[in-house]
Structures are given as C-alpha cells and as structure tokens.
C-alpha cells in the first residue's frame, strides 16, 4: 500500500494536507498491512438505539490492509460473544468508499484512526492529542455517525531507533535525540524530509547529519545501522522482529491515531456499544502490535489470531 493510501497529517500538517484514503503509510502497510470517545466524560458519543436490539444487523466492515481487517474482526467477534447478529464486510477499500458506506447505513461500525479521520473531514484542523482530536470530531462528524470509547492503541509515525542505539545513548523520547542527532542519519518515505525537517528543529531542536530516503526498507534499515534513526509506524511488527524501540513523542509532533470504533448510531444499541467499547478498554498498542506480528509475519489467519486475543481478555 502506497503512503498516499493512509495520509496522515501531523499537528502542523493538517492546515497544508488534504488526507485522502483510509490512512496507513509506506512503512506500516509494507509488514502490518498500519479515535475515539471516551463514555460519559466524552463528548459526541453514540446514543444507543433499539436497532442491534430488536434483531438488527450490525455490519463491521473494514479498510483493504492487514491490520484493519484484524480489528474488523475483533470488533465482529466481540459483538457476537455479547449476541449481536453480524454481517462482516472486510477489506472493502479506502475511506473515500467506507466512510459514504457507513454514512448511508451500509456498514455500521468500522475501525477507525481518530486522527485520520478528522484530516479526511477537516483537513484545516490543528488537533493533535487525543482529547483535541475527539472533541473536534464530534463537532465535525454528522448527527447520524458517532465515535466510540478510544483505545489507547495507535498506529502512527514514530522516530524509532535500534535497541542497541536506544540503550547507549538513554533514548526514551525523541526529545532524548537532540544531543546526538548531528551524528545521527535519518531515514524515511522520499517524503519524510520535505514534510518533517523544519518541524524537528522547531519542535524538538533537532538537526540530523543526513536524511536518506529509505521507504519500505527504513526497519531493516535501522537494524542494520545504515540509519540510525527512521520514521516507522508504532504498530509496524518489524519493531518486535528487529527488536527496535519507537521513540515517545511527548510534544505530540505527530498527532493522535487512536483505534477507535466509527459506527452509523441507528444500528447500534447498548448492548453494541458497550462491547466495542469494552475492547477498547483492552487494546493498546503494544497488544496490537504483537497481533500484526502474527498476521504479517506469521501468517496466521486473522480471525484466529482476533479470537485469542478476545478471549485472553475476557471478551470472547
């Protein structure tokens, strides 16, 4: 999958970038396939209709990547374990096709990316925590759509290093790079350096030695130190397969990617809600990255691996 098929827009990118498809970049499409509200204290969360209740399907669809479909199926196989009929409709296409979908009741809950999200519907907007990006969504998706509890899972850029690197020099958080970072070369999408060079230096003051434009190849890149540092999406399962670290980006340069359900609200009831709601409790980003590591790199079926990981929880 192509970057431009997962266009993410960071803090200061959404006023200059128009998010088209369901959003997962080069780097997490290459091995992973790779929003929210929270209950009473959200604002915009879904009013439970008799819909799912009284005998109605509730149809989960998903995005055409790996990772997407994972959660497409957790979320079908949640509803099921609580006696919500489910249709599934998986790996439809991007955004542009799902979002008319569940707008028009077609689909009625889909795994979503809060940030994501609210780049495709307002592309000007400046949100970028988690907080910032809910509250904008529920001002700006219709009446007749609503998001969901957020998980604290996100598939989102990174700055991430080896572990050995991470080790020597004490990184935790980008803002642990300033110090090396004239010593250091970086790797990403052709278009990483366009797009994040002058947002470094003024968010983070940092100046790399060199930029490389390493794309897909930007993990093994790092692991073998022709980087040292790259841009790698948090849920990619090279980053357990490679053992590397993914940096935290406490400035939230990046924005907010919560895993959030999406739903049409006249096809969910309480009973939906509440457990969709219950996995996003659960789920978080290390937990969804070890998943993708079953999906992507050891090819297991993701239905199974969305199984087990619901009934370790307790959901299934």
């Known amino acids: 999958m192509s970057i431009t098929s997962r266009a993410r827009a960071p803090r200061r990118l959404l006023a200059a970038a128009t ?22 204290s959200s604002a915009g969360a879904a009013a439970p209709s008799s819909a799912a209740g009284s005998g109605g399907t509730v149809v989960v669809g998903s995005a055409n990547f790996p990772e997407n479909v994972l959660l497409g199926s957790i979320y079908s196989q949640a509803l099921k374990a609580k006696g919500v009929k489910v249709e599934e409709k998986f790996n439809i296409g991007s955004r542009e096709v799902l979002y008319g979908q569940i707008q028009n009741g077609s689909l009625t809950v889909l795994p979503e990316y809060n940030g994501a999200l609210l780049g495709y519907l307002d592309a000007k907007s400046t949100a970028a925590t988690k907080e910032e990006v809910n509250a904008a969504l529920a001002k700006t998706l219709p009446a007749s759509l609503a998001i969901l509890d957020s998980s604290t899972a996100e598939d989102k850029d990174s700055l991430t290093v080896s572990q050995e690197t991470a080790d020597k ?24 350096k366009s797009r994040r060079e002058a947002q470094f230096k003024d968010v983070y003051g940092l100046g790399f030695k060199e930029w490389k434009p390493t794309g897909e190849t930007t993990a093994n890149a790092i692991k073998d130190g022709t980087i040292q540092v790259g841009n790698v999406f948090t849920t990619d399962p090279k980053i357990l397969q490679l053992k590397l670290v993914a940096l935290a980006d406490p400035k939230n340069l990046f924005g907010a990617q919560n895993v959030t359900p999406l739903v049409n609200k006249a096809g969910v009831d309480a009973t939906a809600t509440a457990a969709l709601n219950a996995v996003s409790a659960k789920l978080d980003t290390a937990g969804l990255t070890a998943l993708m590591k079953r999906v992507a790199i050891d090819k297991e079926d993701p239905s199974a691996v969305a199984k087990d990981w619901l009934k370790s929880n307790g959901l299934g």
């Open 19 to 40: 998010l088209t498809a369901l959003a997962l970049g080069a780097a997490a499409c290459g091995s992973s396939g790779g929003d929210p509200l929270a209950s009473p």
């Open 169 to 192: 020099f004490g990184l935790k958080s980008v803002s642990d790079l300033a110090p090396q970072a004239a010593n250091f070369v970086i790797g990403g999408p052709p278009e990483f």
